[in-house]
């Protein structure tokens, strides 16, 4: 195979939706691959509530009376909890490389449309906004850990 045919090759498949090429003819081996062109998608987060869960089963057993009075203004403040859950599965990340800072920490505020992470699926960047405004509480998930659709990874409070 001559250079001419080489550039022909490499002209045909830059039109064409092909992204990688093999030829091997007697001792002659070429691959040729098309540079991918990775898209962004911004994914909003419907805001839900967060459900309740019993606050007691945390408590000490060794102060009955001191648990029962604790789980009631726990539980009143767990009420008022939004959780933003992941729209996809994929692989959740709270900063947008290694070495950046997180989009959001616990007790930062948060507004509408804000990123508040990005979630990986199929060599796909998405960045989660958050729907609601508020405080962040707590973070559910950690760093670079798969995530599943539905779960959910920020507790706010509005």
Avoid at 39 to 54: D, E, G, L, S, Y
Avoid at 109 to 115: L, M, N
Avoid at 124 to 129: G, K, W
């Amino acid at each position: 195979m001559d250079f001419k045919q080489i550039q022909e090759l490499v002209k045909m498949i830059n039109k064409s939706n092909i992204s990688e090429l093999s030829i091997e003819q007697d001792k002659f081996k070429i691959t040729i691959k098309q540079k991918d062109n990775e898209v962004q998608q911004v994914i909003t987060v419907p805001a839900t509530m967060a459900p309740v869960q019993a606050v007691a089963a945390v408590a000490p057993a060794a102060a009955p009376a001191t648990a029962a009075t604790a789980a009631a203004p726990a539980a009143s403040k767990a009420d008022n909890l939004v959780t933003i859950k992941s729209p996809m599965i994929g692989t959740f990340y709270r900063s947008a490389g290694p070495d950046k800072a997180a989009f959001v920490n616990v007790g930062d505020e948060v507004t509408s449309g804000k990123v508040v992470c990005i979630i990986e699926a199929m060599k796909l960047f998405n960045e989660i906004e958050s729907e609601v405004s508020g405080k962040i509480v707590k973070v559910l998930v950690d760093d670079a850990s798969p995530v599943e659709y539905d779960q959910p990874l920020f507790l706010v409070e509005p």
